[in-house]
């Protein structure tokens, strides 16, 4: 299967929101709710920021959020903030015991 | 909170076999909410899911890679292991184990990875 297709970049100015979307198929995105995002900052680990589309993690902050339609799974960062600027992932499992990542987006902060 | 440790050599030489382990601490490997995983990240490129492992040896692997992938855990020392084989500069990558947790249905934990390089 394919990875799920992600925009390259996005940007927003500080205090503004910008969203990321990720793309599926109803196989993947679209027949479960297994949507996860990653926020990962150069020569560091990815650490999770949502799963199961809506869901945060403790410690993660209330300005980031998912939501998901049909096919397309979207995270939100709200109140931009220069530490947020980061490469973003999404994954979601694609059924069979299949886990399949997006291509990534590089999130700049203006 | 559970942490995972990559370790392996940094330097595999082509059509040889890539081995990693991670050891798990702050946690037994033998929680059944877990699946311990391994992905990956070729330099500037997107993560990539290689397979997972379950306490009791169960397997599951990437079908682009699964003819090239054998995973064992050791349940004594609380780690997993990883070989690939054959591999080629194409599998020149950052390599992370990461915790699947199942109740969440998400890769929650990472290791800090461990940079493999496929080079004669």
Partial sequence: QSALTQPPSASGSPG???????????????GY????????????????????????????PDRF?????GNTASLTVSGLQAEDEADYYCSTYAGSHNLLFGGGTRVTVL | ???????????????????????????SITNGDYYWSWIRQPPGKGLEWIGYIYYNAKTYYSPSLKSRISMSVDTSNNLFSLKLSSVTAADTAVYYC??????????DMWGQGTMVTISS
């Fill in chain 1, 16 to 30: 503004q929101s910008v969203t990321i979307s990720c793309t599926g198929t109803r196989s993947d995105v679209g």
């Fill in chain 1, 33 to 60: 709710d297994y949507v996860s995002w990653y926020q990962q900052h150069p020569g560091k680990a990815p650490r999770l920021v949502i799963y199961e589309v809506t869901k945060r993690p403790s410690g993660v």
């Fill in chain 1, 65 to 69: 959020s998912g939501s998901k339609s």
């Fill in chain 2, 1 to 27: 909170q559970v942490r995972l440790q990559e370790s392996g050599p940094g330097l595999v030489k082509p059509s040889q076999t890539l081995s990693l382990s991670c050891t798990v601490s702050g946690g």
């Fill in chain 2, 98 to 107: 990461v915790s699947f947790r199942q109740s969440w249905d998400t890769f």
